[in-house]
C-alpha cells in the first residue's frame, strides 16, 4: 500500500473518531437539540461511505493489494 493511501485513509479514520466524538458532546450536553447530534452522525456516515469507496477502488486500481500470507 502506498504511504499516500495509508495516510489518506488514517485521516478519514481520524475524522470519523472526531465526528463520532461530536456526537457525542451533543448527545450528552443536554440542551434539547438534536440538530448538532445529526449534522455530527451524518458526517460520520458520508466519511464511512467515502472511505469504504476509496479502499475498493484503489484495490480495483491496484494501489492496495490484500496480504495474502
Same mark, same amino acid.
Given at each position: 500500500?502506498s504511504?499516500?493511501?495509508?495516510?489518506?485513509?488514517? =485521516?478519514?479514520?481520524?475524522l470519523?473518531?472526531?465526528s463520532?466524538?461530536?456526537?457525542?458532546?451533543?448527545?450528552?450536553?443536554?440542551?434539547?437539540?438534536?440538530?448538532g447530534?445529526? +449534522?455530527?452522525?451524518?458526517? +460520520?456516515?458520508?466519511?464511512s461511505?467515502?472511505?469504504?469507496? =476509496?479502499?475498493? =477502488?484503489?484495490?480495483y486500481?491496484?494501489?492496495?493489494?490484500?496480504?495474502?500470507?
Open positions: 500500500m504511504m499516500e493511501i495509508k495516510y489518506l485513509v488514517i =485521516l478519514i479514520l481520524a470519523i473518531l472526531i463520532l466524538g461530536k456526537a457525542l458532546f451533543h448527545l450528552s450536553s443536554g440542551k434539547g437539540s438534536s440538530a447530534m445529526v +449534522r455530527a452522525l451524518s458526517w +460520520r456516515i458520508g466519511l461511505v467515502t472511505l469504504f469507496a =476509496l479502499l475498493i =477502488l484503489a484495490y486500481l491496484g494501489w492496495i493489494k490484500p496480504n495474502t500470507g
